[in-house]
């Protein structure tokens, strides 16, 4: 009895293994190691990393193709073909609507010279120091937003050697995974848990990625009559954007909002920014609050909180690239670490949503 007492004391369990503490620690400990050197490669997980989700979500195009008669080789270079032609086409969008931003913003450079000398005013009025409203005079205008606007168009423009690591990347998964059922059929008589939840991660990237496709263009459709009904110039580009920034959860639509209620600012001044601002949180309230959790939160499997927090950490491991992958990356760690071992399952109440543990306590039940 005493020898049990001190094992416990000591940190270990009674039959000499460690305590839930001591594991604990271990396991924060290993995952730091892991997480800083994920960190120092960050500029070739997430390029990779997009490929391999790109190629997850395109895969049943080729199975569909190959159920029709296509052949195995032009079913694969069709599947690259869609592939291609979607990526080219948003880094496109991306690229026409920053550089018409920075051709439409001199246009308005009286306007904002106004709206910043009111503004300093207001300011100056409710006692702000007068040094400190002359260095905000100096920094702010419309060569600052300019400036920021081409350093992002200048970004997207170097890119050209991560985009054509990207493409290779693609093409080399697309190929190994049209003749994945062979390998797979291998893990799953190895290892059963790990088999299933390799293709349930799969399954739910899939979904995540349609979607957010399906509900981004529904939201950029709204936003585009919104902005057409005001009157805000390059509507149909901020609809673009707005498709595009819907894949980054959470924060997507502050990104998406923030360009067209700059203009509209500058263009009709503080009610039509509020216009824009307003329109948008509406749309946003009836997409993404009511409609897309009865679908996503079921495709995804994770809580809000999960959701948030994989945004913050991702995007500090591998930078901007973890804001578009910060959802698959973490249906990703939970398949390799919760939902292949049995044993931990409990730990999906954490970061599961509440209809998904309930399923797997229910599965897991007598």
């Not at 503004?119 to 300019?146: K, M, N, P, Y």
């Not at 009904?229 to 502050?254: D, E, K, Q, R, Y």
């Not at 910060?326 to 509440?354: E, Q």
């Amino acid at each position: 009895m005493s020898s049990a007492g001190d094992a416990v004391a000591g940190g270990r369990g009674p039959g000499g293994d460690l305590g839930f503490g001591p594991k604990l620690l271990l396991v924060l400990g290993a995952t730091v190691l892991v997480m800083a050197g994920l960190r120092e490669i960050g500029n070739l997980i997430g390029p990779v990393f997009l490929a391999l989700t790109l190629a997850v979500a395109v895969r049943p195009i080729g199975h569909w193709l190959r159920a029709r008669g296509v052949r195995s080789g032009l079913s694969t270079v069709l599947v690259l073909l869609v592939l291609y032609v979607l990526l080219f086409g948003m880094l496109a969008v991306l690229g026409l609507a920053v550089s018409q931003l920075v051709g439409t913003l001199p246009d308005y450079a009286d306007q904002f010279t106004t709206l910043t000398q009111s503004v300093l005013g207001w300011l100056s009025d409710h006692g702000i120091h007068q040094d400190a409203l002359d260095r905000a005079r100096s920094e702010v205008s419309v060569g600052t937003l300019v400036g920021v606007a081409q350093g992002l168009l200048s970004s997207l423009t170097s890119g050209a050697s991560l985009v054509l690591f990207l493409l290779l990347s693609v093409a080399f998964l697309v190929i190994d995974t049209a003749g994945l059922e062979g390998r797979a059929a291998m893990v799953r008589r190895a290892q059963p848990h790990l088999s299933a939840a390799l293709e349930d991660f799969s399954h739910r990237v899939r979904r995540y990625w349609g979607f957010s496709a399906l509900f981004g263009l529904v939201l950029a459709v709204a936003d585009y009559l919104a902005l057409l009904v005001l009157g805000v110039p390059l509507a149909l580009t901020w609809a673009v954007v707005a498709f595009i920034c819907n894949f980054v959860p959470n924060v997507g639509f502050v990104l998406a909002l923030v360009p067209p209620a700059i203009l509209a600012l500058l263009s009709g001044g503080p009610w039509l920014a509020l216009g824009v601002v307003v329109s948008y949180m509406v749309i946003s309230f009836v997409v993404q609050t009511l409609l897309l959790p009865k679908f996503m939160g079921d495709a995804v499997g994770l809580n809000t909180t999960t959701t948030f927090m994989s945004l913050v950490f991702w995007t500090g491991i591998i930078g901007a690239l973890g804001a578009l992958l910060a959802i698959p990356l973490t249906l990703l760690v939970k398949a390799l670490v919760i939902d292949s071992t049995p044993s931990l399952r409990w730990l999906g109440a954490f970061v599961s949503s509440a209809d998904s543990a309930a399923r797997v306590e229910g599965s897991s039940g007598p």
